[in-house]
Structure formats: C-alpha cells, structure tokens
Nanobody, 131 residues
Framework: QVQLVESGGGSVQTGGSLRLTCAVSGRTFSAYIMGWFRQAPGKEREFVAAISWSANTIKYLDSVKGRFTISRDNDKNTAYLQMNSLKPEDTAVYFC????????????????????????WGQGTQVTVSS
C-alpha cells in the first residue's frame, strides 16, 4: 500500500505564504511524477503544479506561475509546494498526487496536468486565503 499525507495547509491573509508538504510512505516506491491539484468549493478539481523525478520537467498552472514553487526530495519521498503572494482565489483543498509509472520525457509534460495519469492521491489539506 502507498499512502500520501499532505500537511501545511491553514488560513492566511491575502499576500501571505504557506508551504505544503506531501509525504509518501508504504512499500518501496519511486514517484516518477509528483503533483499538486486543488478543488475550490463548487468547482472541478484543477491542476496546480507537478515535477518529474529529476526535476528536469516542471509544470505550473498559469495563474500560480511566479507565486508557487514545487520541489521534491527523492530521498525522503516528499514533495513540497511553496505558495507565496496568496490570493483569495487560491482558497481550495489541495491534493497531492503521484505517478509511479515511468513515461518518456516527451510524454511527461503533457501528462502532468491530467488527473487520470496519476496513480495515488492524498486526502487533501485545506488552504483558506482571506481578503
């Protein structure tokens, strides 16, 4: 079994920062892609950011570029999402997801934003940004 546990969510004011952590545990596991998605109340879940094993490929939702930074520590099987300059529209439940199956570099960027390309999901952590 593979478990993903997110932490670091909370409530901040506009302009504040939070750092989300996704810890992967369970059987021996290598996450080829680690990603973050979010779901705001009444909305569909959307892609936020993803990073490949070597960090050679990183993708962001346009609206978070320049404000959010994704990173990972492969030794710890952990991914991070540093969120700065937070806005009320960033309010959502943030989910961590991982893809174990390896794909070609050419396929990686295109796969990162697609929910069905991920193999395991966390339970989510709430981020609330007040104005």
């Amino acid at each position: 079994q593979v478990q993903l546990v997110e932490s670091g969510g909370g409530s901040v004011q506009t302009g504040g920062s939070l750092r989300l952590t996704c810890a992967v545990s369970g059987r021996t596991f290598s996450a080829y892609i680690m990603g973050w998605f979010r779901q705001a109340p009444g909305k569909e879940r959307e892609f936020v950011a993803a990073i490949s094993w070597s960090a050679n490929t990183i993708k962001y939702l346009d609206s978070v570029k320049g404000r959010f930074t994704i990173s990972r520590d492969n030794d710890k099987n952990t991914a991070y999402l540093q969120m700065n300059s937070l806005k009320p529209e960033d309010t959502a439940v943030y989910f961590c997801a991982v893809r174990e199956r390896v794909i070609t570099p050419d396929q990686t960027m295109g796969s990162m934003g697609l929910e069905h390309e991920y193999d395991y999901w966390g339970q989510g952590t709430q981020v609330t940004v007040s104005s």
